[in-house]
């Protein structure tokens, strides 16, 4: 039977899986990491880094707070330079603030 989280994490790639992914792997370059060491540091397969670097599948958050970690960069230097006006779907626009009558 197949794993419920796994699903869950790898629903709905989009292009913010894929840019994000993309960014990683020109971090873990420019700090002259290469994939095994990358994936021994963080615990996981040389595969899972591939599949995330790749935008394949959803990186889970847990392991993206330690890849920024072990790279020494900062969270926001994975999503510098993506697009301001890219639409994320209902998720990103909250709901408007109740109207209150006076």
């Not at 794993?3 to 869950?8: C, K, Q, V, W």
């Not at 595969?47 to 790279?71: F, N, T, Y």
């Amino acid at each position: 039977m197949p794993d419920s989280t796994d699903d869950l994490a790898n629903r709905s790639i989009s292009f913010v899986d894929r840019w994000i992914g993309s960014r990683l792997q020109c971090r873990r370059l420019q700090a002259g990491m290469n994939l095994t060491a990358f994936a021994a540091a963080l615990g996981v397969s040389i595969d899972d880094v591939e599949r995330w670097e790749a935008g394949l599948i959803r990186i889970p958050s847990k392991a993206l707070l330690e890849c920024v970690s072990i790279l020494h960069i900062h969270l926001i230097d994975l999503f510098g330079g993506m697009p301001e006006n890219l639409s994320l779907g209902p998720v990103d626009k909250p709901d408007p603030a109740p109207q209150t009558s006076e």
